[in-house]
Structure formats: structure tokens, C-alpha cells
């Protein structure tokens, strides 16, 4: 509130004005002796109103007849200004009054006093009270810890509870009375149930849609929905929510369900985020508000109210827009995207810009080399650079060069705060959201070929075989020779008859990556796979023509080497020097029950996997084959992926745990992609110091600030991996929605209680193949978690089973469009579809 406040005040064209009247004499007021302090600060606000509304008293014969109005919610406030002769209103009086501006009155939040109409049934237990929460988790009856709510079932979360290493612990909730209103991402204190209450999560999908769910029967089928009979061992420590320690509401993105009541105000607005309850609003624009992206605040949530309460903020534009859909996308993921301030702005360079002689006394001269970028097609942020040269002595000389851009952004300026804040750039289909501003991330710092850029390198004296002789670090100017694709290094390298300087060192690099990479393979690396796809855009519609699956090449592996070895040698350099403050990363192990949909699925084709270490998994997964199966250890890989953890920032000072489990390094860091994660300007600044290059700053030696600064990058790239995914999702439903059905060879990647999981490779694409349907007789469904395995009628679904679907977009639901899938092969008479005949494909403009 106060930073809506002070942005509020900030903005001239609104004409606010604050007051100190604590520091003002006519209005500062001693507390009086048994008063309250809330009460001394509402009689201080009186008198400046009184103070004020004398002050203005000349005025009031003026044309602006300038009067001074009181808002005030709390009655007894508003009774004794109303003794002084005060002009004073509630919020909600004085907002009504305005006719001029009859939309003002969707913004009022709905308060608690405003009963819910439907129902005076108490739904859901008290919160206990701040203090006894607090006595609670003091004394171990409590756990408190963050609530993550379920984006399947609306009738199930866990709560995350922080301890130490080994003793982080998750405790699922059931049921609604149990979530007990907390939201998603609110900071919760919950109470375990006795452990013959314990049950493990459901298998069941379940989205909270239609009607309102007011009437107290739905209890009943919303907790029939829950139950499942399972297992001892795969039964979870349960708990209810007992109080709310902190919440996390923001203004959420969504649409309006208009209510069916003639002329009811009040109406039901749905997230975006699944993850998110629906919310009760009330405005008299729901005519004009339904088909449009919306935003809504929560105001509060009654224990007697199915929704929370809130209050309709903003209008984000018709819903299905593309411009409307990347607004929400990016808002949804809290990705700041507001244009570069002035502010900012004013700590670029001036153009035109050049090396100056200063720059050069200090730098290394490292334009004569042979110094080539290899990057995807289109990139114009070029962060890094290679080479590779024989030196006379017989050894390789092989060095990285990164753009120097913490020569441009200087530490604690409106530039470097900006970049701070956004963390990293956000890759979104088709656009691009920059931490830095483009001058610098598309000009000035990119590694562009034939021009002369500034750069931090990384050079290495390498033997023949890979093992590192010599290591230094350098600030250098450097001047590239070519900007490739990796398609352009690929055929350089793989075409016999070019062997000039750039192909030379291109096929040096690659030599020496494949030693590099089976070393760290033998080590315990793992080599696991996700499947990236890639959009062909109209350029005049910039709707997505064709969707393929990303191809790899050699050349892709051989710059991945390259800056995973540039990352270490950094990390061990600056950990060295700054024992107390170095900005790593680490990847932690996974724990083994991560493992267990991994060892069920290969059990299920007869394939043992070991999980002990990285590299027992690694081995595992090398030898993992099926007989006329080829695409089996793929699918096993990306099963392999989704049972990792998330790698994280950390102060070298606040941890003990360094080791990275998918690389099997002992330490590592990110130093090679400046232009688009801060992480690696710090690096930079840390290793600038390390060599002397650079002065060092208070808040870089400080652990505790850096460790904050890791907080936030944690978060940032968190949401801009979620916001990336989305937009991928976004443009899939675009390119079906122009290509109408499609039939599909597809496998089985999850089974659940009443559906099963299909990815299809063609793709890249996810989808959910329903067994049971509203308004339909469900087949009889058989379930078992061990397996997993789901009977459908005489049918045996199992995890990689080949299946033949059709695919389609779904637009029912504006808001929650998706990708629908129906099963086509295996033949189950009632259950699977006919083929529908596929559309002729429509020809790309590359085609033609």
C-alpha cells in the first residue's frame, strides 16, 4: 500500500500532494495519556483537515469553491470529525457520489462486513490469531512454510516447510476446509493430521469450473473426488491450514463469468493461474468487461464465503489478441516489461562510441586472433566468442570471450538497479524482453563480426587431449571474424574443402569438445533431453506457419563445452579469492522418491535404473535400450529431466553445499551470457577485482546482500523459464487453430487415476487424453499406482506405450483454451474416435 502510495503522489499529471504535518507546528499532536496509538493518528489527521480547510478559507469564494473532504472508513473517526464541522465521508459514500465517474465504483474493495449473499454457512475453520501461530511454530505443534497449490485439482496444494539441508520437508493438503483459504504462494502455518489421516496425493485432475460451487452438497462430491485406497508407502505426511502468516496476493489476470442472475452485479472472475481460486467481484460493467482479459484484486476471504472477495482493477484488452495474451503472459509471470526510464537511460554511453587509448593501455590487444561466434539463427545479442590456435610449443591456445558489460553498467546506478531487478532477459516466441537496453545488448556489447568490441576472455593452453596447462583471465578488445549460425559452423566444419583460418579453428574447437564432453560423461555428467520446438512466423500475419522440434548439431555441443569450462574456471578463480562472497551455482541431488515414476517406467519394460549417484544414473540411462524401441531412451531421458531439481544462485559465504549434480562439477558458476543474466556481471566484477581490472564495491563483499541479489535471480529466472514455456503454449494453439485436426503418433508419459499423458515428438507438444467427460457414462476405469498402469474396459495403459491420437484446439473456454487430444489407435470400442480427415497443409512462405 505505502509503495502505491508513493507512486501515486510521484505521478504530476494526477496532481497529489503530501503534507508532513507530523513535522508541520499548527499540526503535530503529543499522544495523550491512556490513547491508543491508532487513535492519536486519526485525531492528528482531524486537525490537519481542520488546519487545512482554514488555511483554504480565503479561496472558498473563488470559481474552485475548494473544499477540503475527510475519508474515512472507521465510524467513530468519521463521527467525531463530523463534531469538528468536517466535511467527511466513507470511502465507499464518497465514491459513489462522483456520477461523472460511475466505473470508479468497481474499484472499491469489497469489505468483510459485505456478507457473502449466497450462503451464511461458515465454510471454513477461524484463522488462529498472529501471536498464537507464532507461539505454535515456536513450540513444534506448528510447521510454517510456503502453500503451492496444485494446477490439476483445485482441492489440493502442499506446503513447503524450510529447514535445514536433509530436513526440508513438504506436508500435502486435501480438501477445502484443510487449504483452509490460502492462496497460492502465501506463507502458512499448518498443523499435521495424526497419521492415520495421512493420504497420499491424488491421481485425479480436476479443474474448478462452471457455476458457482456454493451449495454445501458439492462438499460431499468434491471430497468423493478425493478419495483414492493407496499404499502405506506412498502416503504423505497431511495437515490443515491453521493460519496465515504472510499472503502473497497480487492483481491477477483473468475474465469475468458473468453471472446468470438478471441484473446481479456480482459475478464470478476466473484466473488465468489454475492455481488460483476464483474471486467474487462486483460491477455494473459485466456487459462490457465479458470476452475481455481482466485484472482483479483480492480484497479478503470470509469464513464463510466459497471465493474470496475482490475488486476489479484494470481492462488488458480483448482476450485471444495476441497483444492482449503477451500482456498477460507477462504479467502472470511478474516479468517487468515497462520501457527503460529516462532515468535509466541516462547512464548509456554517448553515440557515437568508440575505444578510447584508455581503454586500450588497459586491455589486452586481442584483434589479430582468429576469434568467430556461434550462435541460433537471427540472434543479434552475441554474448560470446571462440578461438583456437596451435602455439609454437605444439600446444592449443583456446579462449572464450565474453562481452564486457560491466564496463558499461557501473555497480549502484538507475542502470544496474534496472538490471538487477529484471534479472534476466526473457526469450518469448518472436520477441525479446532485455535486461540491459538494446544499445548495449544488440550494439555496443554484442560480438558482432568486423567490429571492434570489449570483452573479458578466458584463455587456456590445452594439450592435444583436452587437459588444461595454463589458465588466465583478461580484459581484452577483440574483433570478430564471423558471426555463424550453427547450422553455417556445422557445414564449415563437416565441408573438406574449406581450410581457412575461421573452418581451422572451428574444427580445433570440436575436436576438442568431444574429448571434453566424454570426460565429463565418464565423471557422471548427465546428458538428459527436453524437447524444444521452434516456430516459423508469417512475416505480415507473425502468426506461426510451421512448428518443428529443435535439431542439434555437433557445433551446438561444442560451444556448450566450451562455456560450461569457461563457467568452472571462473567459479574455482573467483571461490579462491573471495571465499566469503563468490556468486555460484549449484544443482542439487534430487531426492530418491523423485525417482520413483522414473523406476516404475523402466521397470515396466524390463530396464533396471540405479539412482544412487549422478553417474550411476548416468550409466544407467547409456545403457537403457529397448528391442525395436529406438526412441525409448529418449523418452526415458526426459522422464529422466522432470525427476531434477532446480538449480539455484547461492552466496559462496551462506553455503556449504557447492556441487553441481547434473554437470558433476565440484563448482561452477555463470560468467558467460552478461548480456542476458545479471549473475554474470557480478561474476564479472568479482573476477575484475581478482585480477586487478577493476575496484571492488561494498555490497559485492557484503554475503548477505549478495545473498538477497541470488534471491531475486532465482525468482526471476524461475518466472522467465514459466513465461517461456507459456508463450510456446500460446503460439502451439495458434498453429492449430489454423490447422484444424491432426492425427498424431504419440507415447504415454504419465497415467493418472481417469486419463493419461501423451507427448507427441512430431511436436515438441504435451496433451491429456480424458477417459471420463461431463454429461457422458464413464468407461470402467481400473487404476493402479504401483505401476502405474490405467485399465480402460480390456485395455492396459502403461508409461511409453505407443498411442495414435487426434489433436485439436479446444476454444470452448476463451480463457483456457488448449490442446485437445482423442484417442485413436489402440481401438476400444466407446472410448476411441474415428480419424477425422487432416486439412490440406498450408504452404510456409519458405516453401514457396
Not at 210 to 223: I, L, S, T, V
Not at 474 to 487: D, P, V
Not at 761 to 771: A, D, H, Q, Y
Request: net charge negative; glycine share 4%.
Amino acid at each position: 500500500m505505502q509503495k502505491r502510495s508513493a507512486f501515486l503522489t510521484h505521478e504530476k499529471e494526477k496532481h497529489f500532494y503530501t503534507f508532513t504535518n507530523e513535522h508541520h507546528r499548527d499540526t503535530f499532536i503529543e499522544r495523550e495519556p491512556g490513547e491508543s496509538a491508532n487513535d492519536r493518528n486519526d485525531r492528528a489527521i482531524r486537525v490537519t483537515a481542520k488546519w487545512y480547510r482554514d488555511h483554504l478559507q480565503p479561496f472558498k469564494s473563488t470559481a474552485d469553491g475548494l473544499e477540503v473532504v475527510l475519508l474515512t472508513n472507521d465510524q467513530g473517526n468519521k463521527q467525531k470529525a463530523e463534531e469538528m464541522g468536517l466535511l467527511v465521508f466513507k470511502c465507499e459514500e464518497y465514491i459513489k457520489s462522483l456520477i461523472a465517474n460511475p466505473e470508479l465504483v468497481d474499484r472499491l474493495a469489497l469489505t468483510n462486513d459485505e456478507k457473502n449473499e449466497i450462503s451464511k454457512k461458515v465454510l471454513f475453520p477461524e484463522h488462529l490469531p498472529l501471536s498464537k501461530v507464532q507461539a505454535g511454530i515456536k513450540a513444534g505443534t506448528f510447521l510454517q512454510g510456503t502453500f503451492r497449490a496444485s494446477r490439476d485439482n483445485y482441492l489440493e496444494g502442499t506446503v513447503f516447510v524450510h529447514g535445514d539441508g536433509e530436513e526440508s520437508t513438504e506436508v500435502l493438503l486435501q480438501g477445502l476446509a484443510n487449504l483452509n483459504r490460502a492462496v497460492h504462494q502465501d506463507v502458512v502455518a499448518v498443523q499435521l493430521l495424526p497419521r492415520d489421516k495421512w493420504v497420499a496425493p491424488s491421481s485425479i485432475v480436476l479443474q474448478d469450473e462452471g457455476a458457482a460451487k456454493d451449495a454445501a452438497e458439492n462438499e460431499e462430491d468434491e471430497d468423493k473426488a478425493l478419495k483414492t485406497s493407496a499404499a502405506e508407502a506412498v502416503k504423505k505426511p497431511t495437515g490443515k491450514v491453521v493460519g496465515i502468516i504472510k499472503r502473497s496476493w497480487r492483481p491477477f489476470c483473468g475474465m469475468l463469468n458473468v453471472s446468470q442472475i438478471k441484473e446481479s452485479t456480482r459475478h464470478l472472475f476466473t484466473p488465468a493461474d489454475r492455481r488460483i481460486p476464483r474471486i467474487r467481484i462486483e460491477t455494473r460493467q459485466a456487459s462490457t468487461l465479458a470476452g475481455q482479459r481482466i485484472m482483479v484484486a483480492i480484497d479478503g476471504w470470509p469464513k464463510d464465503s466459497r471465493y474470496p472477495n475482490g475488486h476489479f482493477v484494470r481492462s488488458l484488452g480483448g482476450a485471444g489478441e495476441k497483444e492482449t495474451e503477451e500482456e498477460v503472459l507477462l504479467l502472470e509471470h511478474d516479468v517487468p516489461h515497462q520501457a527503460f526510464s529516462q532515468a535509466v537511460l541516462s547512464f548509456l554511453p554517448k553515440m557515437p562510441w568508440s575505444i578510447t587509448p584508455e581503454d586500450e593501455a588497459k586491455r589486452e590487444d586481442l584483434r589479430q586472433l582468429t576469434v568467430c561466434s556461434v550462435d541460433p539463427p537471427g540472434c543479434t545479442d552475441i554474448d560470446d566468442a571462440l578461438h583456437c590456435r596451435e602455439l609454437d610449443n605444439g600446444n592449443l591456445e583456446v579462449g572464450v570471450h565474453i562481452a564486457d558489460v560491466s564496463h558499461f553498467i557501473r555497480p549502484g546506478n538507475a542502470l544496474d538497479q534496472e538490471a538487477a531487478n529484471r534479472g534476466t532477459t526473457v526469450y518469448l516466441c518472436g520477441k525479446r524482453i532485455d535486461m540491459v537496453p538494446e544499445l548495449l545488448s544488440s550494439n555496443l556489447c554484442s560480438l558482432r563480426s568486423n567490429v571492434e568490441r570489449l570483452a573479458f576472455s578466458c584463455i587456456w593452453e590445452m594439450n592435444h587431449n583436452a587437459e588444461i596447462l595454463k589458465t588466465r583471465f583478461t580484459k581484452s578488445i577483440i574483433n570478430s571474424k564471423a558471426s555463424l549460425t550453427y547450422a553455417e559452423a556445422q557445414m564449415r566444419i563437416d565441408d573438406t574443402t574449406m581450410n581457412d583460418d575461421i573452418t581451422k579453428s572451428l574444427r580445433g574447437l570440436n575436436k576438442l569438445a568431444k574429448i571434453l564432453k566424454r570426460r565429463r560423461i565418464d565423471n557422471g555428467a548427465l546428458t538428459l533431453s527436453s524437447l524444444e520446438v521452434r516456430f516459423h512466423i508469417d512475416s505480415e500475419t507473425h502468426d506461426p506457419i510451421d512448428l518443428q522440434t529443435k535439431e542439434l548439431m555437433e557445433t551446438n555441443s561444442m560451444v556448450e563445452e566450451f562455456m560450461l569450462l569457461a563457467n568452472i574456471s571462473v567459479a574455482q578463480k573467483i571461490y579462491d579469492e573471495f571465499p566469503e562472497c563468490a556468486l555460484l551455482r549449484k544443482h542439487p541431488a534430487p531426492p530418491p522418491s523423485n525417482y520413483d515414476i522414473l523406476i516404475k517406467a523402466a521397470k515396466s519394460k524390463n530396464v533396471e535404473i540405479h539412482t544412487d549417484s549422478a553417474k550411476a544414473l548416468a550409466d544407467s540411462l547409456d545403457v537403457a535400450r529397448v528391442d525395436n524401441f529406438p526412441y525409448f531412451n529418449t523418452l526415458l531421458r526426459i522422464l529422466a529431466t522432470r525427476c531434477m531439481m532446480q538449480a539455484v544462485y547461492f552466496c559462496s559465504g551462506m553455503d556449504s553445499d557447492f556441487h553441481h549434480y547434473g554437470l558433476a562439477s565440484p563448482i561452477y558458476t555463470h560468467f558467460t551470457s552478461p548480456i542476458r543474466r545479471y549473475s554474470d556481471i557480478i561474476v564479472h566484477r568479482l573476477l575484475a577485482v581478482a585480477i586487478g581490472a577493476d575496484s571492488t564495491y561494498s555490497d559485492l563483499m557484503d554475503k548477505h546482500k549478495q545473498s538477497a541479489l541470488c534471491n531475486n535471480l532465482n525468482y526471476r529466472h524461475k518466472m522467465a523459464q514459466y513465461a517461456q514455456r507459456a508463450s510456446v503454449a500460446f503460439h502451439t494453439q495458434l498453429f492449430f487453430k489454423s490447422r484444424g485436426v491432426l492425427n498424431e503418433d504419440g507415447f504415454v508419459l504419465f497415467v493418472r487415476k481417469n486419463a493419461i499423458i501423451v507427448l507427441i515428438p512430431k511436436f515438441g507438444l504435451e496433451g491429456t487424453v480424458f477417459f471420463e467427460s461431463k454429461g457422458k457414462t464413464s468407461p470402467n476405469l481400473v487404476f493402479d499406482e504401483e505401476g502405474p498402469t490405467l485399465t480402460v474396459l480390456q485395455h492396459t495403459f502403461h508409461i511409453f506405450d505407443k498411442v495414435k491420437v487426434t489433436i485439436s484446439l479446444d476454444a470452448s473456454n476463451i480463457q483456457h483454451q488448449k490442446i485437445r487430444m482423442a484417442l485413436l489407435d489402440p481401438v476400444i470400442p466407446g472410448v476411441s474416435v474415428e480419424p477425422e480427415a487432416e486439412p490440406p497443409s498450408k504452404k510456409s512462405k519458405l516453401d514457396r
